[in-house]
């Protein structure tokens, strides 16, 4: 877990802790407005929802860099090993980053990663000079097969993506947590409210992603404004360091050396 006040990816370094998706806004002003209010330095995008290569969604993409952040391309909505190695490719060409958020669905029921395949295509990613954050389940081993190819940043889910049911299996997170001490870990889907962001910080993770819950709340730019102090106060918190758990009640004021009155008469 990072010791720095910033958010470290990949070399480098980011103010906020919390990175916002680009779908699903009633508008693109709200759009705009919302990713503003979070203050988040960090923007995924998808060329299966737009294609700049192509001119398409012009004015999207004018929207996008107008806002001046740094953008994360993602593999959203492939489904194969070849699918998401080329987006990743094209994405490269376009946006000139090596950064990739690499997602791989496996299942359309619950648009589960493929943990296999995810593995594989990150493997040829890497060599060929991505810089790769995969978007995985919050498996240990599929972490650590990850971890061993190269990756320094891993994106384990909270929940299903799009559910909003917060984080199903605080163990698995914590584990991994533990696991891996120096690798960058954000929690990507799930995350619904923005008391789930802070449980997430208060497990010592370095930040979260997420899209539905800003874009599709009944008013995006006042729940981007929420999400931006909960990270804020979820960090700040894990910073403090927690009291200890104790199983027995103890009074908040001692009461030793404290005098006592009698009542008289």
């Avoid at 995350?191 to 899209?211: C, K, R, T, W």
Wanted: charged share 20%; glycine share 8%; net charge negative.
């Amino acid at each position: 877990m990072q010791d720095t006040d910033k958010l470290e990816i990949y070399g480098k370094s980011f103010d906020s802790r919390l990175l916002i998706g680009s779908a699903l806004y009633p508008s693109p002003k709200i759009m705009q407005d919302s990713i503003r209010a979070s203050a988040s330095e960090i923007v995924t995008v998808s060329l299966r929802r737009q294609s700049p290569e192509e001119g398409g969604g012009t004015q999207f993409w004018q929207q996008i860099k107008d806002l001046g952040l740094t953008i994360l391309p993602n593999t959203a909505g492939c489904h194969s090993i070849q699918e998401a190695v080329t987006l990743a490719q094209m994405s490269r060409e376009i946006f000139d980053t090596n950064w990739i958020k690499l997602e791989l669905v496996g299942d359309e029921y619950n648009l589960q990663p493929d943990p296999i395949d995810l593995v594989k295509a990150t493997e040829i990613l890497l060599n060929d000079g991505f810089e790769v954050l995969p978007y995985c389940t919050d498996d240990l081993v599929i972490c650590r097969h990850l971890v061993e190819l190269g990756c320094k940043v891993l994106m384990p889910w909270g929940a299903p993506i799009g559910t909003g049911k917060g984080l199903l299996n605080p163990y698995a997170l914590s584990a991994i947590r533990h696991r891996f001490p120096q690798i960058t870990l954000i929690v990507d889907a799930g995350i619904g409210l923005p008391s789930h962001a802070v449980q997430a910080f208060e497990m010592g993770y370095d930040g979260i992603l997420l899209n539905s819950a800003i874009a599709q709340a009944q008013s995006p730019v006042t729940m981007a404004a929420s999400f931006k102090a909960a990270c804020q106060a979820g960090r700040l918190a894990y910073e403090a360091g927690r009291m200890p758990e104790k199983n027995t009640a103890q009074p908040s004021t001692p009461t030793l050396g404290m005098p006592f009155w009698h009542q008289t008469g």
